[in-house]
């Protein structure tokens, strides 16, 4: 009975972000981004701390020394790739609705 806890083996990944929550999260993220820079650049000032909370969160423990390599090695490349590009799928989908609403509004003028 007392050796019962070094016999257990854990996942890792299930105790952390899912494949489909990352992606969900950049995707939604994504969209929303753009759309808020276009329309109430204001809100940026809500979104972005909230999704890259979510982010630092997540690749915080990816660089963990102990568990980001168990993750990787759990996950394979997708996750890590996925875990990489989606914050700055993010940014760009930022910058590119701050840039689309700027030229908007000198196309007005």
């Given at each position: 009975m007392l050796l019962a806890p070094a016999l257990a083996s854990a996942e890792v990944l299930d105790k952390e972000f899912s494949l489909t929550t990352v992606a969900g999260v950049a995707l939604f993220g994504c969209v929303a981004a753009f759309w808020t820079a276009r329309r109430y650049p204001w809100a940026l000032a809500i979104l972005l701390p909230v999704t890259g909370i979510f982010f630092w969160l997540h690749l915080s423990e990816l660089l963990d020394p102990f568990v980001g390599p168990a993750m990787a090695a759990e996950g394979g490349i997708a996750y890590v790739i996925t875990s990489w590009l989606a914050p700055v799928a993010v940014a760009v989908s930022t910058a590119f609705g701050v840039v689309l609403r700027?030229?908007?509004?000198?196309?007005?003028f």
């Open positions: 700027g030229r908007g509004a000198r196309a007005a």
